[in-house]
């Protein structure tokens, strides 16, 4: 697996030195301090209860994000959790599953690591605040909560394949993720690796 490096958005706080395969940077420094890159984290949110073609699209973009070398964030549980952890991991990616429960027996068998919260759905926030670029695959209420937080936070990419389509009182679709048709398309607009 190949890592790669986030480039300097913004101030983070981070402390201590880890290095993933000698290739890339974490974060390190003292609080308030940047000297390094962070590996790039991607969230990929859909529903637990997903199509068919939901399933096979989220397997994909996960399998492009860790070919890519991100980390993937995910609810981790099934549906398109579970196709997302599946894909990544069958190319050999790190997935973290931030769980709504206080259980990790219930988290999908696949996550590289899995978070139990106990917040329920204020856990989306948690998923999607701590991603670099957002990629919503299908929808569910649990989903567009996550991308009206990503959309909210504005200042990472989100992309949407198939799901919600939201409009205004004037009926004028409202301005939010960018759309793509594939999943490669997906992973492009994020704008993490530029051609």
Same mark, same amino acid.
């Given at each position: 697996? +190949?890592?790669?490096?986030?480039?300097?958005?913004?101030?983070?706080?981070?402390?201590?030195?880890?290095?993933?395969?000698?290739?890339?940077?974490?974060?390190?420094?003292?609080?308030?301090?940047? +000297?390094?890159?962070?590996?790039?984290?991607?969230?990929?949110?859909?529903?637990?209860?997903?199509?068919?073609?939901?399933?096979?699209? %989220?397997?994909?973009?996960?399998?492009?994000?860790?070919?890519?070398?991100?980390?993937?964030?995910?609810?981790?549980?099934?549906?398109?959790? @579970?196709?997302?952890?599946?894909?990544?991991?069958?190319?050999?990616?790190?997935?973290?599953?931030?769980?709504?429960? %206080?259980?990790?027996?219930?988290?999908?068998?696949?996550?590289?690591?899995?978070? %139990?919260?106990?917040?329920?759905?204020?856990?989306?926030?948690?998923?999607?605040?701590?991603?670099?670029?957002?990629?919503?695959?299908?929808?569910?209420?649990?989903?567009?909560?996550?991308? %009206?937080?990503?959309?909210?936070?504005?200042?990472?990419?989100?992309?949407?394949? @198939?799901?919600?389509?939201?409009?205004?009182?004037?009926?004028?679709?409202?301005?939010? =993720?960018? +759309?793509?048709?594939? =999943?490669? +398309?997906?992973?492009?607009?994020?704008?993490?690796?530029?051609?």
């Amino acid at each position: 697996m +190949e890592l790669r490096e986030v480039p300097h958005r913004s101030r983070r706080h981070g402390r201590g030195t880890l290095r993933a395969a000698g290739r890339a940077r974490h974060r390190r420094g003292r609080p308030g301090h940047r +000297e390094g890159a962070a590996l790039i984290q991607v969230a990929v949110c859909g529903p637990a209860d997903c199509t068919e073609a939901e399933r096979r699209a %989220a397997h994909e973009v996960g399998r492009l994000l860790a070919a890519r070398g991100a980390v993937v964030l995910c609810g981790g549980y099934g549906g398109v959790m @579970g196709a997302v952890t599946e894909g990544a991991r069958s190319a050999g990616g790190l997935v973290v599953g931030v769980l709504s429960g %206080a259980d990790r027996a219930e988290a999908h068998p696949d996550l590289s690591a899995a978070v %139990a919260t106990g917040m329920g759905q204020a856990r989306n926030a948690l998923i999607v605040g701590s991603a670099d670029a957002v990629i919503a695959v299908g929808g569910s209420w649990g989903t567009l909560s996550e991308v %009206a937080h990503a959309l909210r936070r504005g200042t990472v990419p989100v992309v949407q394949l @198939g799901g919600w389509r939201l409009y205004d009182t004037d009926g004028e679709p409202v301005r939010g =993720p960018v +759309e793509a048709a594939s =999943p490669e +398309e997906a992973v492009a607009l994020t704008g993490l690796w530029p051609s």
